[in-house]
């Protein structure tokens, strides 16, 4: 069987080639309906046959029922030779004829013809000719017979004709039909084949061209594949697999700028530890060494953040992660229970950091990036927020939205930086305090995938900024109304079948 796959890929266990199942769909019912057709065909075949032999059975009957005579209330039959040498001038079939009594009593013919054993029982008129089967010497027959009568005679003396020959007529008559039917079949069907695979061959085309499309890609060629030439049946699965390939570029792009951004990034302290490790190894004053090793390990703790923030980036750019397990939250609960964590961190740095938000704010969120969220807008904050400062974290509802808002009395922003500071591993040009630039990057990110918009201001009230996020809310699907006081009553005076 024909396969759309490559030879130089084995094929799994069990595997079939949508060729051959196609094929076998298409010539199994065709193999079922064959036999079903010959027997068919055989029935009515022996119909056909039969009918003209029949025609001739009637001629006889009638032929010998002109022979016999009422003649004064009795039965009178006067056969010739001849009649009866032309009923038995059959070369191919025997012929048997009698002629009786309804009562069963015997006037010409052959005697061990067969009568009919409901002979009472039939509701015959005179003079029609009928039709019926018997055995009769170890052969079927087919009998025509017909009822003579007058007024005179009753019913159980009218006189019975009947002649009856085998089948072998019949039988090759049918056969021969049969067979000029059955036997073409023999040479169209194969051809049916034929044609059928020749068909599908070229059917398939279009799956063949398309494997052969995407065989001949680069491995790192992402780009869609186009839908020009592709049948309306493909396009659903090529669409599929450009949605696929697109979000395994997205995911590339995603780790490419990440080592890139690592690379860029690592660089600098990396060459500052360096440079501390071999300072220290040449001091021979213990204090100069101390001084060193702090500095070592100052670096190390700002490596260790920038690498945390960097992963941070990545996952949530490449894994999409605010699309999977969503799920309603408390906004104002969530970012308390963050502030709360930063306290302690606050109390070390001399600086006031509160919260306000008492109202719950629903919104359909992943809790986890919004802790991220919440972590590196406070960690900014108070990066940029000089000892004996504050910082307020806020969560306010307006309308349809949710609003989280830090307010910092540190060094402030202009109107041109507010939109810059969003880029990754930007830095306001009068900042003292030591960042990597990605804090920002991160909470854009998180924003986005939560539908929501971030944006930094200058503090209206005075120094400082204000970084503010604004979330869609979620609101509860509404309940189903309960039923009124009347069609409660009509319940139950009337409750459901089965209760």
């Known amino acids: 069987m024909k396969s759309l796959k490559t030879n130089s890929v084995p094929s799994s266990e069990g595997e079939r080639s949508l060729f051959g ?30 009918y003209p032999y029949d025609q001739a059975l009637r001629e006889h009957v009638m032929a010998v029922a002109r022979q016999v005579k009422i003649v004064g209330g009795k ?32 006037l010409v013919g052959d005697r061990e013809l067969p009568l009919a054993e409901d002979l009472d029982d039939q509701q015959a008129e005179p003079g029609e000719i009928y039709f019926r089967e018997a055995d009769f010497k170890g052969q079927d027959l087919r009998i025509a017979y017909t009822y003579l009568s ?28 049969v067979a000029s039917v059955i036997l073409p079949q023999f040479v169209i069907i194969p051809l049916a084949v034929i044609l059928v695979w020749f068909g599908l061959s070229r059917g398939l085309r279009p799956l063949t061209r398309l494997r052969q499309t995407i065989e001949a890609r680069e491995p790192a060629d992402l780009s869609p594949i186009g839908t020009r030439r592709v049948p309306e ?23 490419q700028r990440f080592v890139a951004d690592a690379a860029h990034q690592m660089r600098t302290p990396l060459t500052g530890l360096k440079t501390q490790a071999q300072f220290a190894m040449r001091e021979t004053d213990p204090e100069a060494l101390r001084h060193a090793l702090r500095q070592i390990a100052t670096g190390v703790d700002r490596a260790g953040r920038l690498i945390n923030q960097l992963l941070t980036l990545a996952r949530t750019e490449a894994a999409e992660a605010a699309q999977q397990n969503r799920e309603p939250l408390d906004l104002a609960q969530l970012l308390r229970e963050v502030v709360e964590d930063w306290v302690m961190r606050a109390l070390e740095r001399d600086i006031d950091l509160g919260f306000e938000g008492e109202a719950p704010a629903l919104v359909q969120a992943n809790a986890f990036l919004l802790r991220e969220l919440a972590k590196n807008l406070i960690d900014n904050a108070l990066r940029y927020t000089p000892p004996g400062g504050h910082v307020t974290c806020r969560v306010l509802v307006h309308g349809d939205f ?27 040009d009068d900042a003292t305090s030591e960042g990597s630039g990605l804090g920002l990057a991160i909470v854009r990110e998180i924003a986005h995938q939560h539908d929501a918009t971030a944006s930094l201001h200058p503090n209206p009230r005075g120094a400082g900024a204000v970084a503010r996020v604004v979330f869609p809310l979620w609101r509860p699907p509404a309940p189903p ?19």
């Open 481 to 499: 109304p309960e039923p009124s006081d009347d069609f409660a009553e009509l319940y139950r005076q009337s409750p459901p079948i089965g209760t």
């Open 150 to 177: 007058d007024a005179r005679l009753s019913r159980d003396k009218w006189i019975l004709v009947e002649v009856g020959e085998t089948l072998e007529k019949r039988t090759q008559l049918s056969n021969k039909i």
């Open 233 to 255: 049946e493909l396009e659903p699965l090529v669409e599929a697999f450009n949605a696929m390939l697109d979000r395994m570029k997205r995911n590339v792009d995603a780790q």
């Open 21 to 50: 199942e196609i094929l076998d769909w298409m010539l199994a019912p065709l193999l079922f309906v064959w036999p079903l057709s010959i027997a068919v065909t055989h029935y009515f075949a022996s119909n056909v046959a039969s």
């Open 402 to 428: 949710a609003v989280f808002e830090v307010e910092d009395s540190g060094i402030g922003i202009s109107e041109e930086q507010a939109e810059l500071v969003f880029e990754r591993f930007y830095r306001v």
């Open 75 to 106: 039965p009178v039959v006067n056969l010739p030779g001849s009649a009866r040498a032309f009923l038995r001038a059959d070369e191919t079939d025997n012929v048997y004829f009698h002629v009786v009594t309804r009562d069963g009593k015997f």
